[in-house]
C-alpha cells in the first residue's frame, strides 16, 4: 500500500461520529512522547502533517486524518504523563474510553511502545482494555533506530513478556529510518481488504 494522500479533518474534545467522520479508522494510541505524531508523518511521508514537540503530552485532543480518501487515521492523547495534573489525565482517560465505546467505524488499533525501555503499567493496561473490549490491536516498538540492531531482540523479550504478545506480533518502527513503515503499510493493505470482503459479504447476504 501507498499514501498518495493525507490531510487533517478535524480535532474533536468528545468523538461524535457524523460527517465528515463516516470512514473506517484506524487509531494510533501510546504513551507521551513514544512518536505518534512521528510515527505518522512517516507512514504519510508528510513531515508536518502531525505536529511533533519535544514536550510530551502535546496532544490533548483526537486528531482525524483522512488517509487516501479511503480511511480515517486517528491519533489519540497521550497516556502517562507525570505534569499533567490529575484532573486533566482523568479527561484524557474519559475522551478516549469515550472514542474506544463509541466508534462503530474503528477497525484496529497501533499501540506504540518504546522499544529501549519496559512497557510502563499504563502500557500494559491498555492492552489489557483492548482484549477485555475486543478490540484488535498491534504492538508497535518504536525508536528502533536509538539503539542497535542486535539490542533490538533482547529489547523485545520484556515487551513481549508484559503485553502478552508473542516478537512476529511486534512491529518494529523507527520514523527516522522508516524501519517497519512497509509491514505497517502491509498492515493498513490488509485490513482494509478485509473490511471491503466482509461488507461484500454482507450485501450479498441481504440480495
Not at 511486534?170 to 502491509?186: A, P, R, W
Amino acid at each position: 500500500m501507498e499514501i498518495k494522500t493525507a490531510s487533517f479533518v478535524t480535532s474533536l474534545a468528545q468523538y461524535h461520529e457524523n460527517d465528515p467522520i463516516n470512514l473506517l479508522q484506524l487509531a494510533v494510541v501510546g504513551k507521551s512522547n513514544v512518536g505518534k505524531s512521528s510515527l505518522i508523518n512517516a507512514l504519510c511521508n508528510r513531515r508536518k502533517l502531525c505536529k511533533t514537540s519535544a514536550t510530551p503530552g502535546k496532544t490533548r485532543l483526537i486528531n482525524i486524518f483522512l488517509i487516501n480518501e479511503q480511511f480515517h487515521l486517528v491519533d489519540l492523547p497521550g497516556y502517562g504523563f507525570a505534569k499533567v495534573d490529575k484532573k486533566e489525565k482523568e479527561r484524557w482517560g474519559a475522551m478516549m474510553d469515550h472514542y474506544f465505546q463509541d466508534s462503530t467505524k474503528l477497525m484496529h488499533v497501533l499501540l506504540l511502545v518504546d522499544i529501549r525501555h519496559d512497557p510502563t503499567q499504563d502500557d500494559v493496561a491498555m492492552a489489557q482494555y483492548f482484549r477485555q473490549m475486543d478490540i484488535p490491536f498491534t504492538i508497535v516498538a518504536t525508536k528502533a533506530d536509538k539503539i542497535s540492531r542486535g539490542a533490538r531482540m533482547k529489547q523485545l523479550a520484556p515487551i513481549c513478556r508484559q503485553m502478552l504478545v508473542q516478537p512476529w506480533e511486534v512491529i518494529v518502527s523507527s520514523s527516522e529510518d522508516k524501519t517497519g513503515c512497509d509491514k505497517l503499510l502491509e498492515l493498513i493493505e490488509e485490513l482494509l481488504q478485509e473490511e471491503a470482503e466482509l461488507d461484500a459479504a454482507a450485501a450479498q447476504a441481504e440480495e
